[in-house]
């Protein structure tokens, strides 16, 4: 098919991880098909007023469709979500500014914060 349309079924499978996919792959559908809704609601209108012309909106949004994925999107084959995800934070981040904590109680929220974080990690192997 030459068109948008299955697009969530191939993208959003590769770029989440696999306790996400099923949420991303619900609210993708639900946009596709909402998308799909206003396009047959205005294609009449459309039609009327550009006549013969009425394809040349969407071959733009195929042409701009067709630059993002060839220059923007990443590669998704061989590697993981983690690593995808890595990838787009270093590509889309300005720069990253790292200051020490040189304060005496550095060490104290250190510990709070790894305690919080081992609470969290229990928990969510707890769901599983």
Known sequence: ELGLGPVPWL???EMF???YVAT???L???LNFSCNFIVGLGYPFMNKWLDTLSFVPFAAVLAF???YTFFIL???QGTTPEELAADMVRRNSRSV???PNDEDNSCA???EWRKAMEQLMKEEQEHM
């Open 28 to 30: 993708c559908c639900q």
């Open 17 to 19: 991880d696999a306790k």
């Open 65 to 67: 469709t067709f630059v």
């Open 24 to 26: 991303a792959m619900s």
């Open 11 to 13: 993208i959003v499978a």
């Open 109 to 111: 929220i250190d510990e």
């Open 97 to 99: 500014i790292y200051e």
């Open 74 to 76: 990443p590669e998704t």
